[in-house]
Nanobody
Framework: QVQLAESGGGLVQAGGSLRLSCSASRTIIRINTMGWYRQAPGKQRELVASISSGSSTNYADSVKGRFTISRDNAKSTVYLQMNSLNPEDTAVYYC??????????WGQGTQVTVSS
């Protein structure tokens, strides 16, 4: 059963925008932190942005001012609005959340490709 379902990836030109969405299934009880990670070819997976249950946010330096993370607790959904995309943002983007016990859940990943 898919517990985190991502959508919104795709191909975009440099300077363009994309919005990623990730919805958690009801099997994940009492979601705490939600976030997005990415992994480019040959590189380690890295944190892009996270948002706590109280809506405190954290961003990687490389995306500050360009990406915005938000969440809708009623829908158990987290969003990542990505603006001013550049080729260095090309990666597989993964949704992650933790429940109040600290157990992590990962999405299957969605490809984001930015052409120059």
């Amino acid at each position: 059963q898919v517990q985190l379902a991502e959508s919104g990836g795709g191909l975009v030109q440099a300077g363009g925008s994309l919005r990623l969405s990730c919805s958690a299934s009801r099997t994940i009880i009492r979601i705490n932190t939600m976030g997005w990670y990415r992994q480019a070819p040959g590189k380690q997976r890295e944190l892009v942005a996270s948002i706590s249950s109280g809506s405190s946010t954290n961003y990687a330096d490389s995306v500050k001012g360009r990406f915005t993370i938000s969440r809708d607790n009623a829908k158990s959904t987290v969003y990542l609005q990505m603006n001013s995309l550049n080729p260095e943002d090309t990666a597989v983007y993964y949704c992650r959340c933790t429940d109040v016990r600290g157990i992590p859940y990962w999405g299957q990943g969605t490809q984001v490709t930015v052409s120059s």
